[in-house]
């Protein structure tokens, strides 16, 4: 089973299109878990069992483990979530970008050593800095588009001819070009539903990795209504701190699921 | 001493505008290294002790260091240029792209627990992705503009408006905008030497990285000549695998030596 299969079942088996993403920051910890060597392992282990029956993906934010030098609670974590929740597929988030045998290794870093089922990556370096992950193809490749903070407009909204954006020139890209085996998804932020509805209608069905609610202010209907495939389904909706710190005690794991159980069903609410 | 300082001065003291980059691939090394627990390790620091006093920087490429779990010795190896040979700074070639907190503990990674003087990163995410490193004001910065890969061309060369090119854009927003501290410099490859003469137009004096001479078949002269700052420095010209994998047996870093030795005299015939 590839990542595009493994997502769509999880959607479906699920009922979810809620990405749940595991950004550990010590700092935010419940008190009893603080000072615990494998305190990041625990307590991603923890809102990972709570909330893996709502989810469509788990989303590990890399710089958070390299920060603390937990890369060997990462794999840990990963495979965790592969042998007991095996039906919900773990996107590395860690916005690779580099060519050749410098993205190989990359690949292998993700693939290989993390046993993620998709990685996302950065299309500033062209095609070239996307192709040696194609050679996994049963792994997915998100693409970063339109991102969802205020920068993100810097370079992504820039007109490249005929009212033409950037963003829109990657999307279409990725759609037509850059995806001959079907691996590729988007990321797109949730801040812009004009701009998530622009992508939804250049790249047909393909799956929208889509940050910015939550924390970041996205609105959930507005961002269903704007990404949401024919289907209903085609989006990743990535809820990392609302989701993690939504406790501060022992009962962190059941605060978490409250808010992720309340994030699935606002979001279902508008999918059809 | 920050970053540029140190940079000026290894690039006086060591009449070098040769960046060594550390890309250990153990596929490459020699023979009696194989097998080594800490084989990336010895190779690198032999590479570096026979080359530092040649260098004006060393860039060791994360993606070959994570892909082998080869993170403490990366630790080691750049604890070991600091001890050893203090005037030449470190790059962590890294390409990090992400905003806010993320980009944060990136910073953290590459800074507190590497203790890079500089990194590279990525400028598709816009100013948010920049600003939380340049809080790090002893700390470089070096910001991807344009790439020596043929996919370079897929995004970076896009015209966005009266013939603009939009890695002219990223090189003018970094000058203009992103350097408040005077810590950016910025990637540009070496195969496009009539691109490197119009960044070095766009930015002054700015350090520039760069790639592709060797293995990727830029031309030192063009570049040199394209490149160089007014005072016949401003560059970080960087070679990998010509350098690292000149010799196959125990003499290896002899070998590297040799090729360092004659890249740094070759690059120095054109610099004034």
Redesign the interface.
């Known amino acids: 089973m590839n990542f595009h299969q493994k997502l769509t079942a999880a959607w479906t088996a699920h009922d979810s299109l809620l990405c749940v993403g595991l ?1 550990p ?1 010590l700092s935010k910890f419940p008190t009893h878990l603080r000072g615990k060597p494998d305190a990041v392992f625990e307590f991603c282990r923890a809102i990972v069992d709570a909330t893996a029956d709502l989810a469509c993906a788990f989303k590990p ?1 890399i ?2 483990f ?2 603390l ?1 937990a ?1 060997d609670q990462l794999e840990a974590l990963i495979a965790h979530i592969h042998a007991n929740h095996p039906a919900v597929p773990v996107i590395l988030d860690a ?9 190989a ?2 690949a ?2 993700a693939f ?2 993390y046993k993620a089922d998709a990685l996302t990556v ?8 996307v ?1 040696p992950y194609l050679e996994w193809r049963d792994r997915g490749l998100i693409v ?1 588009c339109r ?1 969802s ?8 909204n ?4 005929q009212g033409r954006k ?1 963003y829109q ?2 999307a279409e ?1 990725v759609a037509t070009k850059w995806n001959p085996h079907g691996q590729a998804a988007l990321v797109v932020g949730a801040t812009f539903p004009q701009e998530l509805a622009d992508v939804r209608g250049i790249v047909g069905d393909l799956p929208l990795l889509v940050p910015g609610i939550g924390a970041q202010g996205g609105d959930i209907e507005a961002t269903v209504k704007a990404g949401r495939s024919a289907a209903g389904a085609g989006l990743m909706i990535s809820s990392s701190r609302a989701i993690l710190y939504a406790g501060k005690d022992e009962d962190f794991a059941d605060a978490a699921r409250r808010v992720a159980l309340e994030t699935q069903k606002t979001i279902n609410a508008f999918r059809r």
Chains 1, 2 share one sequence.
């Open positions: 950004d920051d934010q710089a958070y390299a920060a030098r890369e916005k690779r970008g580099d060519i050749g045998a410098t993205a290794q990359y292998r870093e290989e050593r950065n299309p500033y370096m062209g095609f070239d800095s192709e970063l991102t903070n205020p920068g993100g407009s810097d370079l992504q820039l007109d490249i001819g950037l020139h990657v890209l």
